[in-house]
Structures are given as C-alpha cells and as structure tokens.
C-alpha cells in the first residue's frame, strides 16, 4: 500500500524559511515524479512543485518560483520542499502527492498525503 | 496558465439520480490531458479519472469522463450514497498544472 507521509509544517514568521518533508513507502521511490500540492483554507487546490525520478526535470508554480527549492534522496525515499522568504499567502496545507505513471514527471497524482499545516504569521 | 472553471458550483442530487459536471479550460488542454478528482473532508484528494476518460484504478464504472479541447464533463450514472463529495479537475498537459475550483455534490 502506498503511503505518504508529510512532515515539517508549523508557525513560521513572515520572510523566514521551513523546509517540509515527505516520507514515501510501499511503492518503488525512484520509478515516479513527486509533487507538492497546497491547498489554503477555504480555497481551491493549487500545484506548486514537481520532480522528476531522477530530479532531472524540476517545475515551480509563479507563485513559488525563485523562493520554494523541491529535491528528493532516492536512497532515503524521501521528498523535500524548502522554503524561504515565506509570506502570508503561503498559509496552506502543503500535500506530497504520486505522479500515477513511472515515465515521465507531469503532474497527474493518483496517491496524496494528508497534509502539513504550514502557517505564515507574526 | 490555463483556467479551468467548473460548473455548477454546487450540485444538490438525490442518491440514484445522474450527475453531470462541467469543466471548461480557458484554452485547448493539451491531448486532453484532463483528469478529475474527488474528495471527502478529512481525507485526500482520490484520483477518478486521467485523459479525459479513462478511468483510474479500482474506479466503479458509474464515473464517466467525456470531452477534449476546452470542454470536460464528468458523469455519475447513478449516485450511490459514498458519491457525496467534492470533485475538480486538473489539467496536467502544460506547465504550471491547474485545478478548477471544484464542484460539490450534496444530497438533496
């Protein structure tokens, strides 16, 4: 069963940096891409990062770029989303999410996490 | 970036009854790279269907997904009562990925 595992979020101050993590286990790691999702309170889903098998092909949201860095260590199974110069309107549930197909990295995820609470705030 | 709007935004059925959601692309989603998804509060986001109409995974064969271009329609033959949920779609063809705002599905 494929399970993943989101860790990391919590109360941050507005311009400083958290980096997330995401466990993964219970399929072959480094076959499929991995995403980051968010989704803030009382607002739609928004895609933020993605990751190729084998971190070759890397993509932002605008709304992240130059600011969110996304990685991943096969040898660990693990996702990372480090994020700097965080704002307000980062405030959001940020979920690891499975790329369904092995080939390729474009972002159509057929298994999430349950999320980790990331609040921006002073 | 592609904006996907779904409608209606709410969708007040009765168990057995067929519903019909809308997704419309604000340009031509590319080989109907279209997916839709369904969620329940508290828990993720399930994975329904992927190129518009196939279905994923362990899927029942109520869900059905039609359309291409700019016009995406997610069909529930007959609702069954575990149906009552959220649904979005996404268009995965062309950087950055987009979500539609969702449509809910609650009983009449």
């Known amino acids: 069963e494929v399970q993943l595992v989101e860790s990391g979020g919590g109360l941050v101050q507005p311009g400083r940096s958290l980096r997330l993590s995401c466990a993964a286990s219970g399929f072959t790691f480094d076959d499929y891409a991995m995403h980051w999702v968010r989704q803030a309170p009382g607002k739609g889903l928004e895609w933020v990062s993605g990751?190729?098998?084998?971190?070759?092909?890397?993509g932002y949201a605008d709304s992240v770029k130059g600011r969110f860095t996304i990685s991943r260590d096969n040898a660990k199974n693990s996702l990372y989303l480090q994020m700097n110069s965080l704002r307000a309107e980062d405030t959001a549930f940020y979920y690891c999410a499975k790329r369904r197909f092995s080939s390729g990295w474009y972002g159509i995820f057929d298994s999430w996490g349950q999320g980790t609470l990331v609040t921006v705030s002073s | 970036e592609i904006v996907l709007t779904q409608s209606p935004g709410t969708l007040s059925l009765s168990p057995g009854e067929r519903a019909t959601l809308s997704c419309r692309a604000s340009?031509?989603?590319?080989?109907?790279?279209l997916a839709w998804y369904q969620r329940k509060p508290g828990q993720a986001p399930r994975l329904l269907i992927y190129g518009a109409s196939t279905r994923a995974t362990g899927i029942p064969d109520r869900f059905s997904g039609s359309g291409s271009g700019t016009d995406f329609t997610l069909t529930i033959s007959r609702l069954e009562p575990e149906d009552f949920a959220v649904y979005y779609c996404q268009q995965y063809g062309s950087l950055p990925f987009t979500f539609g705002p969702g449509t809910k599905v609650d009983i009449k």
């Open positions: 340009q031509s989603v590319t080989s109907s790279y």
């Open positions: 990751i190729s098998w084998n971190s070759g092909s890397i």
